[in-house]
């Protein structure tokens, strides 16, 4: 599983100029089951995206498809953990890593 960590690098006029087309983004990697959670940093300065546990080379490309990364208005830091213990009803996290 992995922990996407991302960091605004512009001001948030830009960001937002993108929100629309990163939404759809994100929605994109929904369905095809790649995502489990994302949502905003606060403060707004990034935002966190949990992604299931798949090939390093072929989550860079999606991330590179993110229009946020695309037009570089904020970095990716890519985080890789196993998750081992959670709380009742989370064994998703755990399937993740599958």
Same mark, same amino acid.
């Given at each position: 599983m992995y922990i996407l960590n991302l960091r605004y690098i512009k001001p948030l006029e830009e +960001?937002? *100029?993108l929100l629309e087309e990163h939404i759809e983004f994100l929605k994109r990697n929904y369905a095809n089951g790649v &995502?489990?959670?994302s949502g905003r940093k606060v403060p707004r300065t990034g935002g966190v /995206?949990?992604?299931?546990?798949?090939?390093?080379? /072929?989550?860079?490309?999606? /991330?590179s498809e993110d229009p946020f990364?695309?037009?570089? *208005?904020?970095?990716?830091? *890519?985080?890789? &953990? +196993?998750p081992t213990m959670m709380a009742d009803g989370y064994g998703i996290l755990k399937d993740a890593t599958e």
């Open positions: +960001i937002d *100029v &995502f489990i959670a /995206i949990l992604a299931k546990n798949i090939e390093l080379e /072929i989550l860079e490309k999606i /991330i990364k695309r037009d570089g *208005v904020a970095e990716y830091e *890519v985080i890789e &953990f +196993i």
